[in-house]
């Protein structure tokens, strides 16, 4: 990180607040009971139904912007439509706007966006996900989108799917803890495939900004769980090195969740490499003990899943089921907590 990245990240701390009431949903979703969790396993009593039509319209909502880079018009209306729905959900909505410097200069105008459920818990659970599209499709096999943006839509979109469609449950019932959902911006403009220097740190400039000034000055969390690439048909979350280095625990605890109610084929027990995502900046400049749950995938040259980073990273390689396995294991998880 560079001195001018701090000095442009300390300007324009600008932080918007939104009134809230405790409405939307559609009423729906019922509590579960011994209820068909989707998987042939019954869920715990009390734990709310995860819709996965419901988060995969979330990730089709957020295509229509087309690609949210960073500077561009899909990016403001795009924030703004996240702000709007979490308003619907939270108590509480925050948007953190900043200006960080990318690895090639742009100065980035970013927005972290931050909803709260139940703020004056102490006791509260870190949930998050990156919102923003990668400006270059640097993996596309033709070289002519080296410099196109990603639609974006596994890659992005559905851990925010996942989290708009839990704020949505919560809306309708609260755990025990309190939950705040952050929506990482600038997570993505990671230095290109075809760059000759190396700039470190140039992933997850939304999440670093937030973890060295956070909404609260004094924000803290029991654990944090980021979603990333949580949307493909197929997916295998292995156990990902920097998760199973700050936060062994949880993982353990997530995986068994997900095991007990059905979602074992998707959360597998082995390692996966280490990825520098945006829980590794809230892990080690914020120390909230935080994994990622990331799809990742072996043999593909780069380790994701195959349409990582190209063109075809679309709508149509989304699988509900998918959104399903991680929202229910996550909303399984809180409503564990005491
Ligand atoms: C690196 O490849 C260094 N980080 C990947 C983090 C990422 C990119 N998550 C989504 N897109
Ligand atoms: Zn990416």
Not at 149 to 160: E, F, H, R
């Amino acid at each position: 990180m560079t001195s001018t990245y701090y000095m442009l990240s300390r300007i324009f701390p600008v932080v918007l607040f939104f009134a809230v009431g405790c409405s939307g949903g559609d009423g729906s979703q019922g509590r579960s009971k011994a209820a068909s969790s989707g998987s042939d396993r019954p869920l715990p009593a009390e734990v709310p139904v995860f819709n996965q039509d419901s988060a995969f319209a979330f990730v089709a909502a957020q295509l229509d912007f087309g690609p949210r880079v960073p500077n561009t018009e899909a990016h403001r209306r795009a924030a703004q439509w996240l702000a709007q729905t979490l308003g619907r959900f939270a108590d509480t909505v925050e948007v953190q706007q900043a200006k960080v410097r990318a690895f090639d200069g742009t100065v980035l105008n970013i927005s972290n966006i931050i909803a709260s459920f139940d703020p004056e818990n102490r006791s509260r659970i870190l949930l998050c996900a990156h919102w923003d599209s990668r400006p270059f499709a640097d993996f596309d096999p033709d070289p002519a989108n080296h410099y196109r943006p990603i639609p974006g839509a596994n890659d992005g979109g559905s851990g925010v799917g996942v989290l708009l469609e839990i704020a949505r449950q919560l809306s309708m019932s609260r755990p025990n803890v309190g939950v705040d959902i952050v929506l990482f911006d600038a997570e993505d403009y990671g230095q290109h495939e075809q760059a000759t220097t190396y700039t470190e740190d140039s992933w997850g400039l939304g999440s670093q900004h937030w973890a060295r000034n956070p909404h609260r000055h004094d924000y803290n969390a029991r654990y944090g769980i980021l979603l990333d690439m949580v949307g493909a048909a197929g997916a295998q979350f292995k156990q990902e090195g920097f998760s199973m280095m700050y936060a062994p625990n949880i993982v353990r605890k997530v995986w068994a969740a997900a095991r007990r109610i059905g979602y074992g084929a998707y959360f597998v027990d082995r390692e996966g490499g280490f990825v520098t995502d945006d829980h590794y900046y809230v892990n080690t400049i914020r120390n909230i003990p935080t994994i990622n749950i990331i799809h990742q995938e072996e043999g593909s040259r780069h380790g994701f899943f195959p349409q990582w980073h190209t063109m075809d990273d679309d709508l149509d390689i989304i699988d509900p089921n998918t959104l399903k396995a991680v929202g229910q294991t996550v909303l399984t998880l809180l409503f564990e907590e005491r």
